[in-house]
């Protein structure tokens, strides 16, 4: 295995420091915990905290500032954060209006997000949640009941973060959030697994010429293998299921991510982009803004997922919204 770390037990922490002595104007980390928040503080605003297991870089820490997130709690590799940690985000967020949870629907991150929430609220913290479930691939995995949490959870971070920005109160942006989520569908697949720094070795095995469609971001199982083909062709199937969902008709317009899994080149995404947008005006569904790049990631995994969001004038304006963040600025 080669990997450039150091220890396999102090990556997290020294990913953290390195992250947050690249971007000191963006954020800052939190004394003794594995919390990324605001450089600046959050103060007269709804707070957003998010988080879960390390290794999908840039999520979460890299979408802590304006405009987006307030904090973010870093567990180990592939693994929820505690309900400590979780609770120290909710406590150095809290601007006085209040805390909205993002979760991705991960059994683990769910329990100890809604831990740490009652021990907020315990304190006197107003505390909602919303829990995102955009992979239409399968309906129960490894680690889930009911569909996994995947990089269409960043239009969520975006959006509700713009209607946090803008002064809005906790019930309105628990609202957002979850109007982002009902339109929100992805799917992904993989070329080549993960290799987990505890592991040492891939976390599966796929022959020299088979792909995986519908893996998770854990490398959890899809809905199977098979020879790989041209990629207009895995876009295809992987638009295909989307599409099946029946909430994008023609007509429609879209904001579409093409998300890089942690070791495929750009070059690659751009390809598939193309025939993505393609597809889409074949069947007339406007594509009002696309992202292409690394942004819910599976530490060095080769593949990609697609995610589309159906837009309405309220969606748009919020995407539209300027934000500063490690990983994203948008002016």
């Known amino acids: 295995m080669k990997k450039l770390i150091n220890q396999e037990d102090k990556i997290v922490d020294e990913m953290l420091d390195g992250m947050v002595r690249a971007y000191p104007q963006f954020i800052r980390r939190v004394e003794g915990f594995d919390v990324i928040v605001r450089a600046g503080g959050s103060k007269g605003k709804v707070a957003l905290v998010t988080g879960g297991g390390s290794g999908h870089e840039p999520a979460h820490g890299g979408y802590v500032g304006k405009g987006m997130l307030d904090g973010a709690v870093a567990g180990a590799v592939f693994t929820s954060p505690t309900p400590?940690?979780?609770?120290?985000?909710?406590?150095?967020?809290?601007?006085?209006?209040?805390?909205?949870?993002?979760?991705?629907?991960?059994?683990?991150?769910?329990?100890?997000?809604?831990?740490?929430?009652?021990?907020?609220?315990?304190?006197?913290?107003?505390?909602?949640?919303?829990?995102?479930?955009?992979?239409?691939?399968?309906?129960?995995?490894?680690?889930?009941?009911?569909?996994?949490?995947?990089?269409?959870?960043?239009?969520?971070?975006?959006?509700?973060?713009?209607?946090?920005?803008a002064g809005r109160d906790l019930a309105e942006v628990k609202r957002v959030a979850g109007k982002v989520i009902e339109n929100t569908r992805s799917m992904g697949m993989a070329l080549d697994a993960c290799t987990l720094p505890a592991l040492g070795k891939p976390s599966f095995e796929l022959a020299g010429d088979e792909v995986e469609i519908g893996i998770g971001i854990h490398g959890e199982p899809g809905v199977c293998r098979e020879k790989i083909t041209p990629v207009n062709a895995?876009?295809?199937?992987?638009?295909?299921?989307?599409?099946?969902?029946?909430?994008?008709?023609?007509?429609?317009?879209?904001?579409?991510?093409?998300?890089?899994?942690?070791?495929?080149?750009?070059?690659?995404?751009?390809?598939?982009?193309?025939?993505?947008n393609e597809a889409l005006d074949s069947k007339r569904i406007k594509v009002y803004r696309t992202m292409v790049g690394n942004y819910m990631t599976s530490l060095d995994m080769a593949g990609f997922s697609i995610t589309l969001l159906k837009l309405d004038e309220e969606l748009k304006t919020y995407l539209d919204a300027p934000c500063s963040t490690p990983a994203l600025v948008q002016a």
């Open 84 to 165: 400590d940690q979780v609770y120290e985000a909710i406590k150095e967020a809290d601007g006085g209006r209040g805390v909205l949870l993002i979760i991705k629907n991960y059994t683990g991150d769910v329990m100890n997000f809604e831990m740490a929430a009652d021990m907020a609220r315990d304190d006197g913290i107003e505390v909602e949640q919303v829990i995102t479930a955009d992979d239409v691939a399968v309906e129960n995995s490894t680690w889930t009941i009911g569909r996994r949490g995947i990089a269409g959870t960043i239009f969520v971070h975006k959006i509700a973060g713009a209607c946090a920005e």
């Open 234 to 276: 895995i876009v295809d199937k992987l638009l295909g299921k989307i599409l099946a969902e029946g909430i994008y008709n023609s007509g429609d317009e879209v904001a579409v991510l093409v998300n890089g899994m942690g070791a495929t080149p750009l070059m690659e995404l751009f390809v598939a982009n193309r025939h993505l």
